[in-house]
């Protein structure tokens, strides 16, 4: 259990280390973390909405010169008296074990700055995948004072979705190199760019660049422009010679000034926080779905299917309509438990002397009921030798369905469920080792 208010104190005075663990936590897979991973971000975000901040998410193939220009691009910012942080999403890291992104050795001075932290982000795979956990880490770094936040993230597809769901702007480098290069690119990712730049334009490769801007823009004409925004324009950088560099993160910083001042960015941030809501509910859902119902009755399925018997589609429905959809808090509570005693009246003594107050007697002394807070202590007649269990009543929704699966697992169940004179539907069973459950609802 991590001291959280302690955390969150230390990483908004700046503390490095308590930031890095602040991120450790938020990415973790690990679903004992969730609730403290929740609370965390609950209280980095409560009541500090990050007043001015930049979100950058800059895209590229391999080698294109990422984390170059991002290293000349930090080293203004910090000058101008931002705090830069840099996040690198490779969602290859999952398969390679390792980020080839956010190289410290491309970024030699914000690897040192103390205005500056490099970070590289794993692809995700909690609830709401690599777009929560990059969002996560952007809470964190917010919070830790750092203002302008870039991304990093390899051309590949599905990284870049997820970046340009988190950040404002949406850079995406492009080669030197035209033609079938530009064939590559997937018109998706085009749409998803606020701003196109060609690296390395600098040397004998200042013709080639050249092209690829022409070749970029004509391609760019045959898409519309975002709603509300500027067609894409296209522009040479160098890293190298820093020829560019300044036009372009100046171009940038207008273009988000403006969405800020038009509300677009407002709108635009209320719409990533819901879609994530959105994701991260229909991950939970997911995972949930795959932990429910009987495991037998998929495997058979999932048999069927993998043997051709069975149409995929045809395997899912009739899953779904075999589970219950929702046993989400199969037991609600435990609503008693039932001791087994020797002698009622000696047991009756013993639990009024403890202050217990005596609920219900049976006649035949074969039976009593303690009230305990909003539950029930029962004491019954031990009727079998060798052991003193009685029961654990536990509360359900649908104590149908529970037998059901139990049945489904191949256990015998002592009752058949059924409506009780006391008014609960209920039903028996016993654990491998004799201990009696009984499941229940209030009819
Ligand atoms: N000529 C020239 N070469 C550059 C420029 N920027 C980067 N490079 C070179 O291109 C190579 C890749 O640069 P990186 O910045 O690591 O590229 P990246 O896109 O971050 O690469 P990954 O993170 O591996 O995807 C390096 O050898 C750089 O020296 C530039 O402006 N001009
Ligand atoms: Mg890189």
Redesign the pocket.
């Known amino acids: 259990m991590t001291n959280l208010p302690g955390l969150v104190a230390n990483l908004r005075a700046g503390d490095r280390r308590a930031l890095a663990k602040a991120i450790t936590l938020v990415e973790s897979r690990n679903p004992a973390h969730l609730t403290d991973k929740a609370h965390l971000l609950d209280l980095l975000i409560g009541g500090h909405r990050p007043a001015d901040t930049t979100r950058l998410g800059i895209s590229?193939?391999?080698?294109?010169?990422?984390?170059?220009?991002?290293?000349a691009f930090g080293r203004r910012l910090i000058s101008q008296g931002r705090r830069v942080a840099v996040l690198?999403v490779d969602p290859s890291s999952a398969l390679s074990g390792g980020s080839?992104?956010?190289?410290k050795t491309?970024m030699p001075e914000l690897a040192i700055s103390p205005d500056a932290y490099v970070r590289p982000s794993p692809a995700g795979g909690g609830l709401g995948g690599i777009t929560s956990a990059t969002a996560a880490t952007i809470t964190c770094c917010e919070a830790g004072g750092f203002d302008y936040i870039i991304v990093?993230t390899?051309g590949i597809g599905q990284s870049e979705t997820a970046v340009a769901g988190v950040t404002d702007l949406f850079l995406l480098?492009h080669s030197p190199g035209g033609g079938d290069e530009l064939q590559g690119i997937k018109r998706g990712v085009m749409e998803l760019a606020d701003r196109v730049a060609v690296?390395?334009?600098?040397?004998e490769?200042l013709p080639a660049a050249k092209r690829a801007q022409a070749e970029l823009r004509s391609a760019l004409h045959l898409l519309r422009p975002k709603p509300g925004r500027e067609p894409t324009e296209v522009d040479l950088?160098?890293?190298?010679?820093g020829d560019g560099v300044d036009n372009l993160l100046l171009a940038l910083t207008h273009q988000h000034t403006g969405l800020s001042r038009s509300g677009a960015l407002k709108e635009l941030r209320e719409t990533q926080v819901r879609q994530q809501f959105e994701e991260a509910m229909t991950d939970g859902i997911r995972a949930r779905a795959f932990r429910i119902g009987s495991p037998a009755l998929r495997n058979k399925l999932q048999i069927e299917v993998e043997a051709g018997r069975k149409a995929p589609m045809a395997g899912a429905i009739e899953w779904l309509a075999h589970e219950p959809i929702q046993p989400t808090d199969r037991a609600t509570e435990i609503n008693a438990i039932t001791l087994g005693v020797a002698e009622m009246t000696r047991s009756i003594a013993f639990y009024q002397a403890l202050g217990l107050e005596l609920q219900f007697r049976a006649n035949d002394n074969g039976f009593a009921t303690f009230r305990h807070g909003r539950n029930f202590i029962n004491l019954e007649k031990n009727e079998r030798p060798g052991s003193n269990w009685g029961r654990v009543v536990l509360f359900v929704p649908d104590p149908d369905a529970i037998h059901k699966l139990v049945v489904g697992a191949g256990f015998t169940a002592e009752t058949e469920p059924q409506d009780a004179p006391w008014g609960e539907r209920y039903f028996h069973v016993r654990d491998p080792d004799g201990h009696e459950l009984s499941f229940a609802r209030k009819l």
């Open positions: 590229g193939t391999p080698g294109v010169g990422k984390s170059t220009l991002i290293e690198a080839i992104l956010g190289d491309r990093e390899v480098l690296t390395k334009a600098d040397g490769l950088v160098s890293a190298r010679t």
